[in-house]
């Protein structure tokens, strides 16, 4: 992966999702950085946030000293949220998401502010995929993490699927907003933000970037693609979209865009065999196994935070199901690429294509 997002330089690679999607966080608050320097920009990339590999990019020729300041407070926000939203790991000081599972089905905990906002966005991504996109799935995931992370890999039992199942939804999740307090309401429940989470920190980073000014920037936080405005010439970067058949050889498609964020979803990064099958990350709520639309799907959007949404409610929606929802919302497009290699897409999209 530190390869082809290098190659950010000339080209944005974009693949499935990245680890964090539904797996552990890191708990390391260290700042590992590596700097990156080209003759069209300069980079730094971080490994400790959201267990997956981060990448601030500059190519508007700032100092370092500016450089370095923007990376830094892109690198502590992000840390914020790596803390918050971390369900494997409790931090002194703060109740976290983990703090929210182990107290399930207990009292209010006082949470950060910031972790109430979030919460509150993650509701309206659920209400507006009418479910698709739900972070109270942590019942079921969990599942499927210990049957994926075992030696060897087994499927989840079927019975404890379905029980699991019935523990999903926001009706477990009480929200105090007026006194930044949190409950999961039930013992049985618990939340999973792996979906959403890392989409959305990337999203307000971008947001205090642009807020100092910044633009000729690109984010890629785990493989979610933030740009911010566009090269100094005015023109996008080109993104390849990986074909899913030959993921690490060849592209299904090259597109270019600029002050967007691209987020993609597929079967061919994430996954575990078991006697033979493959069986990849996303879990579709309305059948608790792994959703089959599609080999991969990429959502281009301004907000990162709703591309991540909708990355993973869309692949789980049948075609015309989710080409419906698409054309509902503003300033959203899509790319779907099906098992079959048919590859389609929204009408901007094609304006979009290099090749």
Not at 46 to 58: E, K
Not at 113 to 123: M, T, V
Not at 228 to 243: A, F, N, Q
Not at 320 to 338: A, F, P, R, T, Y
Request: negative net charge; aromatic residues 10%.
């Amino acid at each position: 992966m530190v390869g082809a997002v290098l190659a950010l330089i000339t080209l944005i690679v974009i693949s499935g999702c990245s680890k964090n999607n539904g797996e552990e966080n890191s708990s390391s608050t260290t700042n590992t950085t590596k700097s990156v320097q080209n003759p069209k920009g300069v980079g730094r990339v971080y490994y400790d946030l959201f267990d997956t590999v981060s990448y601030v990019f500059s190519y508007k020729g700032d100092s370092e000293e500016e450089f370095t300041e923007n990376c830094d407070s892109v690198y502590y926000l992000l840390q914020k949220y790596h803390i918050l939203f971390d369900i494997y790991h409790e931090y002194s000081g703060v109740n976290n998401l983990c703090s929210l599972n182990k107290n399930a089905g207990g009292e209010y905990l006082e949470v950060d502010p910031l972790l109430i906002e979030f919460l509150l966005y993650a509701k309206e991504m659920n209400n507006l995929t009418k479910g698709e996109m739900d972070v109270m799935m942590g019942s079921v995931l969990s599942l499927w993490h210990e049957g994926r992370n075992s030696s060897p890999a087994y499927l989840p039992d079927a019975e404890e699927l379905k029980k699991a199942g019935e523990f999903v939804g926001f009706e477990y999740l009480d929200i105090d907003s007026e006194n930044n307090r949190v409950r999961i309401n039930n013992s049985n429940a618990s939340i999973d933000v792996g979906a959403l989470g890392k989409g959305y920190a990337t999203e307000k980073a971008a947001e205090l970037l642009e807020s100092r000014g910044v633009s000729s920037y690109v984010l890629n936080i785990g493989g979610n693609i933030r740009i911010i405005g566009t090269k100094l010439d005015g023109s996008g970067w080109s993104t390849g979209i990986r074909d899913p058949k030959n993921p690490d050889e060849a592209f299904a498609l090259t597109i270019e865009v600029k002050d967007t964020a691209v987020v993609t979803s597929g079967s061919y990064e994430r996954y575990f065999v078991v006697d033979g099958v493959k069986y990849p990350h996303i879990i579709d709520k309305d059948t608790l196994y792994p959703a089959r639309y599609y080999d991969s799907l990429t959502v281009i959007t301004k907000d990162s935070g709703l591309a991540d949404c909708l990355s993973t409610a869309l692949y789980c929606m049948p075609l015309e199901e989710g080409k419906k929802l698409v054309d509902s919302l503003d300033g959203v497009e899509c790319i779907w690429i099906e098992p079959d290699g048919n590859i389609e897409m929204t009408d901007r999209v094609k304006d979009l294509v290099i090749k």
